[in-house]
């Protein structure tokens, strides 16, 4: 079984509480405060080397991290020691990840609208890879990188027309979509590139299909489309491209119900398609986020308030919500949670677990089956890794949660809590509005 297809991290035991990475996620709530990121780094570095090992008979192959999972430097420096390079889309991640002593070759630059001054941070910091994915951004691209004198390596960015079932909103594939170049416009791109775009040199083509897929079928129609277009590009424009970017998107577990494949399938997808259509087998890039960070972290919250409204259905409060974890709001995104102190009871009841924000849609889990819930107890919410720190609001003015990394029942502070401090520290007051004591 790979990591992903996990609720909970490799490494979470039940004893008289509820233990990961050898800590006691009580103390932890006590010792740090909720809510509380957790950060499990052998399931971090489990699902690595389950990447590494499944694809160990396809020597060339690349795995770049996506940031926007999560992108903090403690992160990235565990990904960069077990090999990863850094799929990141803007001055933020590119920032984070120079900082975190990174050899920026192994970094490639997504996204359909980088500017002009992430462009220039992007060459200055020697990125490897741009990935390219409109025309507007070649031209812009290529501009800056000739005022600079420097070549820009480029991927194309393309829409391979493949419909994958998840959720409207991170779905990418379709032909229906604000990323890349539809496949009747790579001819022109290419024309552009060849003759005019002289400080850009293609390397290869991009596509990523969505994010929490949970088949692999698309992946293999994904490779079939990128090698056939890679053959024609050749036959048509004489320009051999060694490189192939698959993206990312392998699915996680959150519930019971979810069944996401281990990356062993997703490899033998890969390099299946490959072996069937490639005659020169490429440099493969792969881009998994979610699944590598996201079964990795849990969230810990602290119960507060409850009512039972009319008809019965009860509503136990948290001290987070949508600001710390929007996935619920913005995605109808189910999760799993245990309570963390109260292993031994087990007579759960029909609880949903509502959010601290004032927002009705402010719900974490609704029907949570737990038990005997008091003002006071610690609850954890699995797979909150991807997606949850690096989406998170100030919303309500509410200081963001620390996060916590654990391994051999160590504890480090991996980012701090916001202070109340820290949200007043970009306002400014205009003279005229001062109040004169
Ligand atoms: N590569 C590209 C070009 C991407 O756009 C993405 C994600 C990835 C790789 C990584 O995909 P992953 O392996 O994480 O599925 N906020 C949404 C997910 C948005 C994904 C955006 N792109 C969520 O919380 O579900």
Same mark, same amino acid.
């Not at 890039?285 to 009512?307: C, D, F, Q, W």
């Not at 007579?347 to 005997?372: F, N, W």
């Given at each position: 079984?790979?990591?992903?297809?996990?609720?909970?991290?490799?490494?979470?035991?039940?004893?008289?509480?509820?233990?990961?990475?050898?800590?006691?996620?009580?103390?932890?709530?006590?010792?740090?405060?909720?809510?509380?990121?957790?950060?499990?780094?052998?399931?971090?570095?489990?699902?690595?080397?389950?990447?590494?090992?499944?694809?160990?008979?396809?020597?060339?192959?690349?795995?770049?991290?996506?940031?926007?999972?999560?992108?903090?430097?403690?992160?990235?420096?565990?990904?960069?020691?077990?090999?990863?390079?850094?799929?990141?889309?803007?001055?933020?991640?590119?920032?984070?990840?120079?900082?975190?002593?990174?050899?920026?070759?192994?970094?490639?630059?997504?996204?359909?609208?980088?500017?002009?001054?992430?462009?220039?941070?992007?060459?200055?910091?020697?990125?490897?890879?741009?990935?390219?994915?409109?025309?507007?951004?070649?031209?812009?691209?290529?501009?800056?990188?000739?005022?600079?004198?420097?070549? =820009?390596?480029?991927?194309?960015?393309?829409?391979?027309?493949?419909?994958?079932?998840?959720?409207?909103?991170?779905?990418?594939?379709?032909?229906?979509?604000?990323?890349?170049?539809?496949?009747?416009?790579?001819?022109?791109?290419?024309?552009?590139?060849?003759?005019?775009?002289?400080?850009?040199?293609?390397?290869?083509?991009? =596509?990523?299909?969505?994010?929490?897929?949970?088949?692999?079928?698309?992946?293999?129609?994904?490779?079939?489309?990128?090698?056939?277009?890679?053959?024609?590009?050749?036959?048509?424009?004489?320009?051999?491209?060694?490189?192939?970017?698959?993206?990312?998107?392998?699915?996680?577990?959150?519930?019971?119900?979810?069944?996401?494949?281990?990356?062993?399938?997703?490899?033998?997808?890969?390099?299946?398609?490959?072996?069937?259509?490639?005659?020169?087998?490429?440099?493969?890039?792969?881009?998994?986020?979610?699944?590598?960070?996201?079964?990795?972290?849990?969230?810990?919250?602290?119960?507060?308030?409850?009512?039972?409204?009319?008809?019965?259905?009860?509503?136990?409060?948290?001290?987070?919500?949508?600001?710390?974890?929007?996935?619920?709001?913005?995605?109808?995104?189910?999760?799993?949670?245990?309570?963390?102190?109260?292993?031994?009871?087990?007579?759960?009841?029909?609880?949903?677990?509502?959010?601290?924000?004032?927002?009705?849609?402010?719900?974490?889990?609704?029907?949570?089956?737990?038990?005997?819930?008091?003002?006071?107890?610690?609850?954890?919410?699995?797979?909150?890794?991807?997606?949850?720190?690096?989406?998170?609001?100030?919303?309500?003015?509410?200081?963001?949660?620390?996060?916590?990394?654990?391994?051999?029942?160590?504890?480090?502070?991996?980012?701090?809590?916001?202070?109340?401090?820290?949200?007043?520290?970009?306002?400014?007051?205009?003279?005229?509005?001062?109040?004169?004591?």
């Amino acid at each position: 079984m790979s990591e992903n297809q996990s609720i909970k991290p490799v490494t979470t035991e039940e004893k008289n509480n509820l233990i990961i990475g050898g800590c006691d996620l009580a103390d932890l709530a006590e010792k740090y405060g909720t809510p509380l990121y957790v950060i499990d780094e052998a399931t971090v570095r489990g699902i690595c080397r389950s990447y590494q090992d499944a694809f160990s008979e396809y020597p060339n192959i690349r795995m770049m991290y996506a940031c926007k999972a999560l992108c903090t430097s403690a992160i990235i420096r565990i990904l960069d020691e077990e090999g990863f390079g850094f799929d990141v889309v803007s001055a933020g991640e590119i920032y984070t990840v120079y900082n975190s002593g990174v050899d920026m070759e192994k970094v490639l630059f997504n996204g359909n609208n980088k500017s002009k001054r992430e462009i220039e941070l992007a060459l200055d910091y020697g990125v490897g890879r741009f990935s390219v994915d409109n025309f507007y951004e070649a031209e812009l691209l290529n501009s800056v990188a000739s005022a600079k004198n420097k070549q =820009a390596d480029v991927l194309l960015r393309i829409t391979p027309g493949i419909e994958c079932h998840t959720h409207d909103y991170i779905k990418t594939g379709q032909t229906d979509s604000k990323f890349g170049f539809d496949l009747s416009q790579i001819d022109d791109i290419v024309n552009l590139i060849k003759n005019d775009y002289k400080n850009l040199n293609l390397r290869g083509l991009h =596509a990523h299909i969505g994010s929490q897929i949970f088949e692999t079928q698309c992946y293999y129609d994904e490779v079939e489309i990128l090698v056939k277009e890679i053959a024609r590009i050749k036959d048509v424009h004489g320009i051999s491209l060694n490189e192939m970017n698959i993206g990312g998107g392998l699915g996680v577990k959150y519930t019971e119900a979810d069944n996401p494949p281990p990356v062993s399938v997703l490899a033998r997808a890969v390099t299946s398609a490959m072996h069937k259509y490639a005659i020169d087998i490429p440099i493969i890039y792969i881009e998994p986020g979610r699944s590598v960070i996201s079964t990795a972290g849990v969230t810990l919250y602290t119960v507060g308030s409850s009512k039972v409204v009319p008809g019965g259905k009860k509503y136990v409060a948290l001290d987070g919500g949508m600001a710390d974890n929007p996935r619920p709001s913005m995605y109808q995104a189910k999760y799993t949670a245990e309570v963390v102190n109260k292993l031994n009871n087990k007579e759960p009841e029909k609880v949903t677990l509502a959010g601290r924000y004032c927002e009705s849609g402010d719900i974490l889990i609704e029907d949570a089956e737990l038990s005997g819930l008091e003002p006071g107890d610690i609850i954890c919410v699995y797979n909150t890794g991807a997606y949850n720190y690096s989406m998170a609001s100030n919303y309500n003015r509410v200081e963001k949660p620390a996060m916590v990394l654990v391994n051999n029942s160590h504890s480090d502070i991996i980012v701090y809590r916001e202070t109340l401090d820290d949200l007043i520290s970009k306002d400014c007051i205009p003279d005229r509005l001062k109040k004169n004591d």
